[in-house]
Structure formats: C-alpha cells, structure tokens
Nanobody, 118 residues
C-alpha cells in the first residue's frame, strides 16, 4: 500500500511563489511516475506536471515556464515550485503516484489547497 502526504499549499498573492511537497510511503520501494494534478470543484482534474523515475518531466502548457517539478527517488518525494502564480492557478493540488506501467492503478494524495488572490 502507498500513502501520499502533501504539504505546502496556502494563500499567495498574484505573482508570488509557492512550493508543494509530496512524500510517498510504501512497503515496496520504487515508482515509475509521480506528479501533480489540480482540480477546481465541479471541474475535471487536470495534469499539471509529472516526472518519471528517470527524471523526465512533462508540464501542462499553461504552467510551462512557471512551474518546476523535482524529485528525489530515494525518498520517493516530489516537489512543485510554482512561480508567477495567477488567480487561475487556484485549485486543490493532488499528488499522483504510479507504481508500474503494467496497469492503470495509481494512488492519490488527499490534496492541498492553493489559493492565488489579492
């Protein structure tokens, strides 16, 4: 089983920065993909950034150049450094963990709220 613990959410002014963290705890080490998704209540959850175990990252077009995802494979932890935040970035941010490419099973964190407002 996998447990994901997210932290770092909060209130920030437009143009500000915020860093999210996610730590995966499991009795089995390793993963193939971790990432961040965000969701506005009533809307579909959308990918923000993912990073695989080799360090290759993908970003949603609207955050590319502003957000940076990092990882520590040994700790099974990821971060999301968010820069030049906009009100449109306001959402609940969820950590994603995928153990294997062999199936579609993923684990989700409970989410951390990010609010960008003046």
């Amino acid at each position: 089983q996998v447990q994901l613990t997210e932290s770092g959410g909060g209130l920030v002014r437009p143009g500000g920065s915020l860093e999210l963290s996610c730590i995966a705890s499991s009795n089995v080490p390793g993963f193939v993909l971790m990432g961040w998704y965000r969701q506005i209540p009533g809307k579909a959850r959308e990918m923000v950034a993912t990073i695989d175990s080799g360090g290759f990252a993908n970003y949603a077009p609207d955050v590319s150049g502003r957000f940076a995802i990092g990882s520590n494979n040994a700790k099974m932890a990821i971060t999301l450094y968010m820069m030049n935040l906009k009100p449109e970035d306001t959402a609940i941010y969820f950590c994603l963990f995928r153990r294997s490419w062999d199936d579609d099973t993923v684990a989700w964190g409970q989410g951390t709220q990010v609010t960008v407002s003046s």
